[in-house]
């Protein structure tokens, strides 16, 4: 048995050394010390969209649980990395921290030049083609979001998506009258794209827009349970 001493206050270095407890191969917690990046890859999704749904509620108390979650996603990947000879946490803040201060100039180096931040982050990352940029935007985002951030790069190199309603509608017709499943679905994800460009177009984020509706469907239903 492992016995962790009683604080009044635990900090990050006590988070860090809890995981790695728990992690140990002898004397660890069973469940932990067996998981990899791949099986509490959902966990971190999920505590990160906890963490949201704080804040939408406009909770504190508990935003401040839910960001503690985050950090313990954060810490137990770290740990993994650790274990493999690869990174520790502390690389991970030296990272963070290097990364901020190399993106504000205008705050710490007294340059006060510096207006477009994507530019300067594209040319950080080596991305110097609408391909490179393209192929930055996380393939793990829902997929509204994410059509809607490749509309947003793709707009920076000039290339425009078709926003009109009448490319909805068009869409739209073609999934009412596909003639099998799989040119449905590609009809499908032909709309859904064109309506994120509509809703782009007309100033409006499509995921928070879809969200609001789902809330709006689960308020209206929760009212008439029976309906």
């Given at each position: 048995?492992?016995?962790?001493?009683?604080?009044?206050?635990?900090?990050?270095?006590?988070?860090?050394?809890?995981?790695?407890?728990?992690?140990?191969?002898?004397?660890?917690?069973?469940?932990?010390?067996?998981?990899?990046?791949?099986?509490?890859?959902?966990?971190?999704?999920?505590?990160?969209?906890?963490?949201?749904?704080?804040?939408?509620?406009?909770?504190?108390?508990?935003?401040?649980?839910?960001?503690?979650?985050?950090?313990?996603?954060?810490?137990?990947?770290?740990?993994?990395?650790?274990?493999?000879?690869?990174?520790?946490?502390?690389?991970v803040c030296d990272g963070v921290c290097?990364?901020?201060?190399?993106?504000?100039?205008?705050?710490?180096?007294?340059?006060?030049?510096?207006?477009?931040?994507?530019?300067?982050?594209?040319?950080?990352?080596?991305?110097?083609?609408?391909?490179?940029?393209?192929?930055?935007?996380?393939?793990?985002l829902p997929a509204l979001m994410r059509?809607?951030?490749?509309?947003?790069?793709?707009?920076?190199?000039?290339?425009?998506?078709?926003?009109?309603?009448?490319?909805?509608?068009?869409?739209?017709?073609?999934?009412?009258?596909?003639?099998?499943?799989?040119?449905?679905?590609?009809?499908?994800?032909?709309?859904?794209?064109?309506?994120?460009?509509?809703?782009?177009?007309?100033?409006?984020?499509?995921?928070?827009?879809?969200?609001?509706?789902?809330?709006?469907?689960?308020?209206?239903?929760?009212?008439?349970?029976?309906?």
């Amino acid at each position: 048995m492992n016995a962790y001493p009683e604080k009044q206050q635990y900090t990050a270095d006590d988070l860090v050394a809890i995981i790695a407890i728990l992690r140990e191969p002898e004397g660890g917690c069973p469940w932990d010390k067996v998981q990899t990046h791949t099986s509490i890859r959902m966990n971190f999704l999920e505590e990160a969209y906890e963490a949201v749904d704080a804040i939408d509620l406009n909770d504190p108390e508990l935003l401040c649980e839910e960001l503690g979650d985050v950090m313990m996603q954060v810490v137990f990947h770290a740990q993994i990395e650790r274990e493999a000879g690869h990174f520790t946490f502390d690389e991970v803040c030296d990272g963070v921290c290097r990364k901020l201060i190399e993106r504000h100039p205008h705050i710490f180096g007294g340059d006060e030049s510096i207006k477009d931040w994507d530019s300067l982050k594209n040319k950080e990352k080596g991305r110097l083609t609408l391909a490179d940029d393209l192929e930055s935007v996380p393939k793990a985002l829902p997929a509204l979001m994410r059509a809607a951030k490749l509309q947003k790069r793709a707009a920076r190199y000039g290339v425009q998506t078709e926003s009109a309603a009448d490319t909805v509608a068009a869409a739209a017709a073609a999934v009412a009258t596909a003639p099998d499943k799989a040119r449905a679905e590609q009809a499908m994800g032909q709309l859904l794209f064109a309506a994120a460009a509509l809703a782009r177009s007309a100033g409006i984020d499509p995921e928070q827009a879809l969200q609001k509706c789902n809330a709006a469907f689960t308020t209206a239903h929760a009212d008439n349970p029976e309906s």
